[in-house]
Structures are given as C-alpha cells and as structure tokens.
C-alpha cells in the first residue's frame, strides 16, 4: 500500500475522570479519503481464541469482512455467541482444537460471550478504516502514518459513559508526529 | 388542748411513742427511696428494652430484607441468564419479554416482574410506570442498584435487580415484592413489642428525628404519650430519595405495664412501715416497761417507801434494775443509820432526848396496868470539876461508864442520855418500889470507877417525875423530873427527889422573878442602902457598907436573900455586880477621905475575868482613891480553887483596893487562909456577936479573933451590934471596927451625907 506523503503517527493516551490509564480503548481514525472495504488487513490475526477460560484477546479489531475464527484450547467446550446489531451469531458448544469461524460483515462492535460461562466476555471491533488500534497497559497507543488533514478520531471502550460507548473528536493531523491526551468517563 | 398538742405531749412525754415514729420514719423513708430507685430503674430499664427492641427490630428488617433481596435476586439472574431469555432482550422480542416475565411472577409469587432496558424502556410492568419513575429507576440500576425499596409511585416494593448481559449489559430484570400493610404487619410481628414499623421517605419523617443507623432512639412527645422513635435508614433503589425505617413504641404505655408492680412495691413497704412500727412498739415497750417500772419503784422511793424491781433480764437492764434495788437498800441502811444518829447520843450509842420523848409518848399511849411507871432524870454530880481537872477525854470516858452502869441498871429498860451530864431511864416498879430503885440507882452510880488511870467517885442525884401522875407528855414529864432533880440538888447532892406540884409553882415564880430582876437594872428599880462601919478607937464612921435593895413596882422590897441567890444562878449577878460598884464608887466620892465604902463581891463575880476591869472603870469614872473601896468576899470563893482565888486575891490587891474577909468563922478553915492572904480586914460573923450577951465561950472568941487579927496586921469588924452591951465588949475585947442596928440600920445616900455631916461637928466641937 503507498505510504501517502505528508504522513505522521498520531500517539494517543487515553486516561479515565481520575487520570488511570484505560487499557484496550480502540482508536479509529477517519481520515477525508475513506479506505476501500477490503484493502487493508490488520497486523494482528483475525482470530479470537479461548484460551483459560477466556477469550483473548479481549479485545480484537477487525476489519469489516474478515472472518474471525474462535480457535478453542480449553478443555471444556464453549458456546459463544453475539446478539450485537452488528453481528448476530451463535458458534454452538464446541471443543478442544475445533475452530469455528464467522464473517463480520458490518462496521461496529460486537459483544461476544460464552452462553456456558457468563465470565467470560470478549470485544469484536468490526472497523471501516486502517487506521485503528487499541491502548495498551498504559493506556497509549499509536496509530502510524496518518495523513495530514482533517481527520475524525473515535474512541471506544466497552464501558465508556456515552451512546454506543464511544466518542469522537475531529482532528487535524498535520505532517509530522503528534500526541493527545484523551480523557474519557467510564462506568 | 386539741388535738395536735396532746399528740405532740404523748410523744415527747412516751419513750415508745418516739421510737415508734422513729423506726417508722426511717423505714418508710427506705421504702420511699426503694420505691424511688424502682421507678428510676424500672423507668431506664424500660426505654433501654424499648431501645434495644428497636435496634433488634431494625435488624430484623435488614436480615429479612436481605433475605428477600438475595431470593428476588437469585430468581432474577436466573431468569437474566437464560439464553432464550436474554435472546429475546437481545432481539427486543416483547411479547416473549413479557411472558417470561409473567411466568417468573406467577412461579415466585411476586408483585412486580419487568425489565427495564439500558435506553430507559419498560417491559412487563404491572399497572402504569411514570416516565420519570421510569428514568429514575434506569439511572438508579445504571449506577448499579441492586437491591433495596423502591419506590414508584405511592407504592414500595422490596426489590431486586439483575442485570442481562449479552455480555454487555442491555438492562435489568427488576423483581418486587409489594411492601404494604400486610407486609409491615407481619414484620411487626417479628419483634418482642409492638414497634409500629414504618418505611417512609427523609421528608416524611417526624419533625426533629434524623435518620441515623446506630443513633438511639429520640423521645417526643405524641398526643401527650412520651414515645420512643427510631428512624433507621435502610437500602434504597434511589439513593437521591432514601428511604427510612421508623420504629415507635410509646414509653407511657410501657411504663404503665410497670405501674401495678409499683403499687406492689408501694403496698409491701406500706405492710413493711405497718411490721416496723409494731416491731420497734414491742421493742419500745420491751425497753420503756423496766424504765416504768423503775420511775414508780422511784416514786415509791422517793415518798419513803420500800420498793424493788423485778430483775428479769441480764442486760443492761436488768443490771439498773439489779443496781436501783442495791441502791434502795442502800438509801434504806443509810436512812436507819442517819435515823439513829439523830435519835441517838454519837459518844455512848444511848438515846437522845428526841428519842426519849417518842418513847414516852408511846409507853403513855400504853395502858400500864397495875404497874407504876416513872422518868428519872440523873444529873453527875460535879462532873465539871472532872472536865476541868482531868479533861474532857476522861470526862467523856466517865459519861461512857456511867452509860454502862446505867443501862445494865436498867436490864432492857429505856435509857437515853440528855446531854452533858444529865441522862434519863424509865423505870417501874414490877422489880421493887420506885424509891428502892432510886436509892440503888444511886449506889450504883456512886461505885467508884477508873477512867483513864484516874479513880473517880462518881455521884448523882435524881429526879423522878411520875407517868401519868406527873404529866401525860413527855415535855411536862421531863420538866417536872428535871424540876425534882433541881430541888435534890438543891437539897444537897447524892439523893433523889420526887416531883410535887409545889415545885412547878416554885420554878415558876423563880422564872418570873428571873424576868423581873432582868428589868430591874434597866428599870432602875434597884437601888443602894448604906450601913456605916463605926471606928471605935476614933470614935466616928470610918466606911459605909453597900447594900443592895431591889425595890419592884408590884413585888414591893424584895430581900437580897430571896434575888441575890435567883442572880448568880442566872448570872445577871455579873451586870449588877458592877451597877452596884460603880454606883457605890460614884457615891463615895463625895464623902470625906477617910470614909471608906465596902462593896460585897460573890463568888460568881470573881470568877469572872472581867472583874479587875470593871472596878478599875469603876475607880477612875468616879476618881474614888483604890485605897478608899474595900472589898468583902466570902470564905466559899476558896473553895473550889484556892491557887486561883488567891491570885484574883493578889491581883486586886495590886490595884490598891482594900480587902476584906466576911462572915469570919463561919467556915472550915478561915485560919489558913488568913494566913495565906494578907487581908485588910475581917469581918467577924454575926453568929458570934448574937452569942456575946449570953456566953462567955464567944467573948473568948472574939478576944481570940481580934487578938489574932492584930496579930496579923488586920482590921476587925463585928457585924450586927444591936446593943450597946456588945458594944462595951468588943471594945473590951479589942475590937475595932463595929457595924450593926446598935450603931445605924442601912440609910440612903442622903442620910449618909446627913450623918457625916453631924459627925464632922461632932468631931469639930471636940
């Protein structure tokens, strides 16, 4: 993919009311030029896996149209399922090393869960835009080479106080780096 | 005196009666204060039950209430959980919504079963649901209300919430039971008392109570009844509008339950008062009965009775009984003692005259019989003289002796001693004539004794006064046998006398002339008459002899041989002694100087020390020359002491006063006594001169008198020349001095001027 010239990361730090960092908040960038469904990939595999009772990661973006698969390495059998707008789906109880997968079709997040165990919850962030990624322990996260010009930054987190818990901010992104502190209100 | 006084009297005057109100005070007083205490603690006990009550109430409310949350809640997330359930959330499929949710309602039996979505929508709901409720319960359960009263509306419901999650949470399955009546009912029912449970909200709530989890309860005053109020806030849905538990209870009408117990309590202290005053009565009287008895055994006492108390206890008590009784008898033995010494003698233990008198008076009340009964009073003879010579001691011893004889004469007769040395017996005569006992009274007594190494020969003389006869009371008894002792002692001593009537008129008159004579000086009835001494070898009147003349008003001229006697008994011999010198002084001063006057001195006059006093007063009242007054005393004035009259004797003479010897020959023994004094003179008795005319035995006498005289150095004088025959002889025989009715009778002072006036020119013209 050509690296438009004029490009720069934008690094961002998300911190709740009191100030602690908030750990997977997913950061999208829309920038003028929308990205062509199915013309860019992630670095990360597509794939939300089970794993100790969990699903991991417990966060994932996605772009929209990829096929996620939900690898199982438990040795209990799982059901997950979703009843988001975005995707409604059900992958039945299946075991150890069987893999399911399923197709998101449509841009948003998705809450999946396990109908066998309520503890474990797992986030599905269907994307329209390349530029998107989710903050790390410390709450930061870059998303490299954004082109200049004006752009829309929307975060979200399973918990944040707002409509659809997320919520955006428009930004002008010129050339070179540039960082931000965001400060969000979470449940 | 109402009635208040006569209480107030019996108190004060009643031991019992003031220990009495005093148990009865202090035991009600504890009463009271026990019943104080009671209230007090019963009062506290009482709100801390209530208080405590309501804080268990209170958290009975919490532990049923979250018993009820945990089921509401269990059944929701059941229902919240279930796949189809949260798939119908997921895909909004109501009417499936909504059957769920009725059957979740009928199955548990519950008011209330709905679903309250993220976005504020109501699914389920049981009648109408405000919008606002709506919005306040959503904001309620998105701010994670799980549990407590909720509130929609006017009604409550205890409720739960559950949350659906598909995972994320998409709403909230809300489970309520209605809290109405029925149900506060049956809370109410869970505490010890009635504690009138509540729920209400912050603005209901009674003015000045605050809502406080742990605070105790706050007292107000409701209607008049003081009630306890505890306003407990419990879990709400909507913490904006908490809702608050409010427990009452009325503290009067749990303090009224109490009330019968109080009256109890009053009622048995009343019974317990009742109990002390009867028991410290008893005790009171227990106490006060012997102290009674004591006062009138005193009182008894006091008017001279005898009187003991029982002694009937060993405290202390009995001890003053046992102590009063010891001190009766001791006030009894001392009243006899006291008794006998006043009607006792303390030197030889006989009967006093008191005693003498009562005895007479009860041996008089007797009827003597045949018996004759008599008094004799006994007198020692010169008992003085033993005092005087050997001492009172020995005197005393004698009194003690005689005592003895006189009561083994009297074997268990009456003997009583009068005083001094006087004593008295009562005698009959059941042994022997009264006259036989008297005269063996007196040898009896007579018998020589030793008293004190001294041998003594008591003597006595009696008189004897008849009972009955001679007086029916003891004072006429005692007179007339004192009057019969006087005329036995007057009749000379050692014989007895009884008494006859003639002695009482003779007391009498001598008692009367007694007074008369006392008058007499003051009255000047008394008055001097003058015999003049003639001086044979000088041929004229050389003294005037004093004679004393009492001249009474009725009586007429009494003779000095009937008063002079009557004067020394009683001593007015002593104040008319010296009338009769002074005067006789104060007269003879006018005479010539070389008349002399005589003066006679008693006996009783010169024992009396004032003697050389009054004639030396006398002498320079009158300024008479000492060698002009001669005095004549009497042989009798040696008789009881020479050694001392002979001293008097000297100490006149040393004044320079003339003495003279009278009654010459008269006595026992003149001779040695001229020989001890130089007398001036001699008066030779009329005995002698009477005998002159018709003895030649009394010339010798006389020549013999006169020759010793001249002897001596001596005057002579010869008294009661009547004829000039006697005359002749006593001057033949050498006499030279004579006096008598020959020569002049007693004459006045006048006369005696007269006569020494013819005498001088007699003397002149020869």
């Known amino acids: 993919m050509a690296v438009p010239a004029h490009a720069g990361d934008v690094r961002l730090r998300i911190v709740d009311g009191t100030g602690a960092p908030v750990r997977d908040a997913v950061v999208t960038i829309h920038t003028a030029r929308p990205a062509a469904a199915g013309s860019f990939k992630f670095p990360w595999a597509a794939a939300m896996t089970q794993r100790n009772v969990q699903f991991d990661p417990h966060v994932l973006i996605i772009p929209v149209g990829a096929v996620v698969t939900f690898p199982n390495f438990d040795k209990v059998r799982h059901h997950v399922y979703s009843f988001s707008k975005a995707a409604k789906f059900e992958i039945k109880l299946f075991g150890r090393d069987e893999s399911r997968s399923y197709t998101f079709k449509t841009a948003g997040a998705v809450a999946i869960g396990c109908n066998i165990h309520d503890a474990m919850t797992g986030f599905i962030k269907v994307v329209d835009t390349p530029y998107a990624n989710k903050t790390a322990g410390d709450g930061a996260t870059v998303i490299a080479s954004v082109p200049a010009g004006r752009t829309r930054i929307t975060v979200w987190h399973p918990r944040m106080r707002a409509k659809d818990q997320e919520s955006t901010l428009d930004l002008d992104v010129t050339a070179g780096d540039l960082s931000k502190l965001i400060t969000v209100s979470l449940k | ?766």
């Open chain 2, 1 to 766: 005196m109402n009635l208040i006084a006569r209480l107030r009297r019996f108190v004060l005057g009643s031991l019992s009666a003031k220990l009495t109100l005093f148990y009865a005070a202090l035991f009600a007083a504890a009463t009271i204060l026990v019943l104080g205490g009671a209230k007090v603690g019963i009062t506290s006990y009482a709100e801390r039950m209530i208080a405590g009550e309501m804080e268990a109430g209170g958290k009975v409310f919490d532990r049923v209430a979250a018993t009820r949350y945990d089921q509401l809640g269990d059944a929701g997330r059941v229902l919240a959980a279930d796949f189809g359930f949260r798939s119908a959330i997921a895909t909004d499929d109501k009417p499936t919504i909504e059957s769920a949710l009725d059957s979740l309602r009928s199955r548990l039996g519950l008011s209330q079963a709905f679903f309250v979505s993220s976005e504020g929508q109501v699914a389920g709901y049981r009648g109408t649901l405000s919008a606002k409720d709506a919005e306040t319960l959503r904001a309620s359960l998105d701010n994670g209300a799980t549990r407590g009263v909720l509130l929609l509306g006017d009604r409550r419901f205890n409720a739960a919430a559950a949350s659906v999650d598909v995972p994320v949470t998409v709403g909230w399955l809300v489970l309520g039971n209605a809290l109405d009546a029925r149900e506060m009912a049956n809370l109410s029912r869970l505490s010890a008392i009635e504690l009138k449970p509540r729920i209400v909200s912050a603005a209901e709530l009674p003015a000045g109570v605050q809502p406080h989890a742990t605070a105790a309860a706050t007292e107000r005053s409701v209607s008049g009844e003081r009630v306890l109020i505890r306003a407990r806030p419990i879990q709400s849905f909507d913490a904006a509008a908490p809702q608050i538990l409010l427990l009452e209870h009325s503290l009067t009408r749990a303090l009224a339950a109490y009330t019968p117990m109080l009256w109890q309590l009053a009622a048995c202290g009343l019974i317990g008062v009742l109990i002390a005053v009867a028991g410290s009565w008893l005790l009171a009287r227990r106490l006060s009965r012997p102290i009674a008895a004591l006062d009138a055994a005193a009182r008894r006492v006091s008017q001279g009775e005898y009187a003991q108390v029982a002694v009937e206890t060993s405290d202390e008590i009995g001890t003053l009984a046992a102590s009063f009784n010891r001190m009766v008898d001791d006030i009894g033995e001392r009243e006899r003692q006291i008794t006998h010494m006043a009607l006792h003698d303390s030197l030889t233990g006989l009967a006093n005259r008191t005693l003498l008198r009562e005895h007479l008076t009860t041996v008089l009340s007797r009827d003597s019989g045949s018996t004759k009964r008599a008094l004799f009073c006994l007198d020692l003879d010169n008992f003085k003289v033993v005092n005087d010579t050997l001492g009172h001691p020995t005197g005393d011893a004698l009194l003690c002796e005689i005592a003895e004889r006189l009561t083994a004469f009297a074997n268990g007769g009456f003997v009583a001693r009068l005083g001094g040395d006087e004593f008295a017996i009562v005698i009959d005569d059941s042994t022997g004539s009264l006259d036989r006992s008297a005269s063996e009274l007196i040898r009896a007594v007579a018998k020589p004794c030793h008293v004190n190494g001294h041998r003594i020969v008591p003597g006595t003389s009696i008189g004897i006064a008849v009972l009955g006869v001679d007086g029916n009371d003891p004072v006429a008894l005692v007179k007339n046998a004192d009057l019969a002792l006087y005329r036995a002692k007057h009749d000379g001593r050692g014989g007895f006398r009884f008494f006859e009537s003639a002695m009482d008129a003779e007391a009498q008159a001598r008692r009367q002339m007694e007074l008369d004579l006392h008058d007499a000086i003051q009255n000047g009835e008394l008055s001097l008459m003058y015999q003049p001494l003639f001086n044979l070898n000088e041929g004229r009147v050389s003294a005037f002899e004093a004679l004393l003349r009492w001249n009474h008003p009725v009586r007429g001229s009494v003779s000095p041989v009937d008063f002079i006697p009557l004067a020394e008994d009683t001593g007015l011999i002593i104040p008319i002694g010296e009338w009769v010198i002074r005067e006789a002084c104060r007269t003879a001063r006018s005479w010539p100087d070389h008349v002399r006057i005589a003066v006679n001195v008693s006996a009783v006059q010169f024992r009396n020390p004032g003697l050389n006093s009054v004639i030396l007063q006398a002498l320079s009242e009158s300024g008479l020359p000492p060698g002009r007054l001669e005095l004549e005393i009497t042989e009798s004035l040696f008789i009881d002491n020479v050694e001392a009259t002979l001293s008097s004797l000297h100490s006149l003479r040393a004044l320079g006063v003339r003495v003279a010897l009278d009654d010459f020959g008269t006595g026992y023994s003149s001779l040695s006594y001229l020989r001890s004094f130089p007398f001036d003179k001699i008066k030779i008795d009329r005995s002698f001169i009477m005998d002159l005319l018709g003895s030649d035995s009394a010339t010798a006498i006389i020549k013999s008198i006169t020759s010793l005289a001249e002897a001596l150095g001596m005057e002579t004088t010869a008294e009661g020349v009547e004829h000039v025959e006697q005359m002749d002889i006593l001057r033949e025989q050498g006499c030279s001095h004579i006096q008598g009715f020959y020569f002049s009778r007693p004459i006045t002072p006048e006369a005696v001027t007269a006569m020494l006036a013819d005498g001088a020119r007699e003397q002149a013209a020869a």
